[in-house]
């Protein structure tokens, strides 16, 4: 069964880091896309990031642009997301999700349970 587990969520600073990881299991890891996407109270899925299965490109929603980075490590089955320069909008429910796409369709099939990220002072 396909599974994904977010950890790596907790408190930081306005101006600090954090790394979001993901272990993903149950599928062939290395030939799907992986995205990141978020979720504030309140408020509408975000997305968030997304990179190949190899890696070999990325792509950010403008938001966290020049701020984030999305790796993976298709050896060991984990998403990456690194966080730098958080700000309180970046307060969230952080949820790695299996990305597809078919000409310009997409969707994301499998979801984990999600780390919580909150940037406070």
């Known amino acids: 069964q396909v599974q994904l587990v977010e950890s790596g969520g907790g408190l930081a600073q306005p101006g600090g880091s954090l790394r979001l990881s993901c272990a993903a299991s149950?599928?062939?890891?290395?030939?799907?896309?992986m995205s990141w996407a978020r979720q504030a109270p309140g408020k509408g899925l975000e997305w968030v990031s997304t990179?190949?299965?190899?890696?070999?490109?990325?792509y950010y929603a403008d938001s966290v642009k020049g701020r984030f980075t999305i790796s993976r490590d298709n050896a060991k089955n984990t998403l990456s997301l690194q966080m730098n320069s958080l700000n309180p909008e970046d307060t969230a429910l952080y949820y790695c999700?299996?990305?597809?796409?078919?000409?310009?369709?997409?969707?994301?099939?499998?979801w984990g349970q999600g780390t919580q990220v909150t940037v406070s002072s």
């Open positions: 990179i190949f299965s190899d890696g070999s490109d990325t």
């Open positions: 999700a299996r990305y597809q796409y078919q000409g310009l369709q997409e969707a994301y099939d499998y």
């Open positions: 149950g599928f062939s890891f290395s030939t799907y896309a």
